[in-house]
């Protein structure tokens, strides 16, 4: 072991990944599968608690070719579909992924992020990359001529400069490269916060349906409730912002009230037990104005992150990374390719998150929340919706034109109630000119 503050000699690497989570192992492990030396930083230990445990049936195929689908499983809990429960409709209404256009893929799984970021990471590493925990990067350096230095600071005090012909910044919310740059912007047509828990004996559905995500709406936001495998449930509310900041108690009885706002959910949880302290996230919402530059590109939530509405983060954070691997490989193998496969990148990373905002941004909206309770499949727009549920949203199947009939019946519904329209897109705008104002 190196002494606190003595530096060691510098040591060199193909590509430099910064952040161990979905999107850094995911393209850690593809680069060193392709025989490059691949270097993986990760400020934590796992296993280590994150948020973020509801995945979509379009992760499947990520799991099979990383060579991880078995451990997924093992983990991992069913989740065949969606419970979304709305306080203007008497019965709740289940949404199957089978139902989708493709019907190949009829399930995700809910997993404890502790659990599955750990299986990621050892993957990465039994492929080659030279995985390290505790280990976080602080600053780097970009050389003109190509290449960048990192300084990448141990626990034990040790730092350590990396020469990396190639930079991946897979940091998650921490945006490492792209606050550095100034890169990093909020988020102008969507603000909102969450708070929540784990919860121990929470009334979860039987057989079929016992691992399904329930959402819940209520007044200020909705709710998330997740079954996991070892029993336990995690429960989030996602709020507005204004409704955060009448937080006047500290966050665990914040929850707590917050769901006896929502009966329905307050019932599922009358004999449960709260086994985690509360946590809260402020203003979430933001993308960076590049997704590349010379030398790098940003992965995942380092990139861009909207919503958890329709449980999209972990995929587009492994999908991200899979075309990143290739874009990275041919920078430094084949550069006579590296231009079209940066473009070939940065439109399939900004097309993720685009293809969902529209419907991230309408959620709440009472027109939006009719249409999901009552989907019908009239010119396939409920096949194409679930299609867009399941994530898949990268062409496998043509589901844009049945997506577009969809937002036209949306505005229909909003323009034959205009007054319930108007009223929700007032209190979107003011809760979105309040968040810039705090900005500001
Ligand atoms: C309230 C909430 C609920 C969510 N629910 C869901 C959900 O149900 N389903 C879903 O798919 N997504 C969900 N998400 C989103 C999901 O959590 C993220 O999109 C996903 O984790 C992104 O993966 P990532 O690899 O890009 O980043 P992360 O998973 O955040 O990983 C980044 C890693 O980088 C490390 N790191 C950061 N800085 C450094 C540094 N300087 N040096 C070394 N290491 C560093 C961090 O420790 C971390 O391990 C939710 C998000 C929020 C806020």
Redesign the pocket.
């Known amino acids: 072991m190196t002494a606190v503050g003595v530096a060691t000699e510098d040591r060199h690497c193909d590509v430099a990944v910064?952040?161990?989570?979905?999107?850094?192992s995911t393209a850690a492990a593809l680069l060193a599968e392709r025989g490059l030396r691949v270097a993986l930083?990760?400020?934590?230990r796992h296993p280590?608690f994150?948020?973020?445990?509801?995945?979509?049936p379009a992760n499947l195929p990520l799991f099979e070719r990383l060579g991880v689908a078995d451990e997924v499983r093992a983990i991992g809990m069913q989740k065949w579909g969606a419970e979304l429960v709305s306080p203007a409709h008497p019965q709740p209404t289940r949404l199957a992924f089978s139902d989708a256009w493709d019907k190949s893929l009829p399930f995700a799984y809910q997993v404890r992020?502790s659990q599955f970021?750990e299986i990621l990471f050892r993957n990465a590493a039994r492929k080659g990359a030279l995985a390290q925990e505790g280990?976080?990067?602080?600053g780097v350096e970009f050389a003109p001529d190509g290449g960048a230095r990192l300084q990448v600071q141990r626990e034990d005090g040790g730092e350590e400069t990396w020469h990396a012909g190639f930079v991946a910044d897979?940091?998650?919310?921490?945006t490492?490269l792209g606050s550095r740059f100034g890169a990093k912007r909020r988020n102008a047509s969507h603000n909102s916060a969450?708070l929540?828990a784990h919860f121990r004996g929470a009334r979860r559905h039987e057989g079929h349906c016992a691992g399904d995500i329930s959402i819940f709406w209520f007044e200020h936001g909705w709710f998330?409730f997740?079954p996991l495998a070892d029993g336990v449930t995690s429960v989030?509310a996602?709020v507005w912002p204004y409704y955060m900041k009448t937080r006047s108690k500290p966050v665990n009885e914040f929850l707590m009230d917050t769901i006896a706002l929502c009966p329905s959910l307050a019932e599922r949880l009358e004999s449960a037990e709260r086994v985690t302290d509360a946590e809260a996230?402020g203003n979430?919402s933001y993308a960076c104005n590049r997704t590349h530059g010379p030398g790098y590109l940003l992965?995942?939530?380092?990139y861009a992150?909207i919503d958890?509405v329709f449980?999209?983060?972990?995929?587009?954070?492994m999908t991200s990374a899979v075309d990143g691997a290739q874009a990275i490989e041919a920078c430094l193998r084949r550069p006579g390719k590296a231009r079209r496969a940066l473009a070939r990148f940065d439109r399939r990373v900004r097309r993720g998150p685009r293809e969902f905002s529209w419907f991230i941004y309408r959620v709440t909206s009472p027109a939006m929340r009719g249409l999901l309770m009552s989907p019908r499949n009239v010119l396939r727009m409920k096949e194409a919706l679930l299609s867009l549920l399941a994530g898949d949203v990268f062409a496998r199947s043509p589901i844009a034109p049945s997506l577009m009939a969809f937002k036209v019946l949306y505005y229909m519904h909003s323009l034959a109630a205009p007054w319930v329209a108007l009223r929700a897109w007032r209190r979107r705008r003011s809760s979105l000119r309040e968040t810039a104002n705090a900005g500001a």
């Open positions: 910064i952040g161990g989570g979905p999107a850094g930083f990760e400020k934590a280590r994150h948020i973020g445990e509801s995945l979509l992020r970021d280990c976080r990067v602080r897979a940091s998650g919310r921490d490492f969450a929540y998330w997740i989030g996602v996230t979430y992965l995942g939530d380092a992150f958890p449980s999209t983060g972990v995929m587009l954070a």
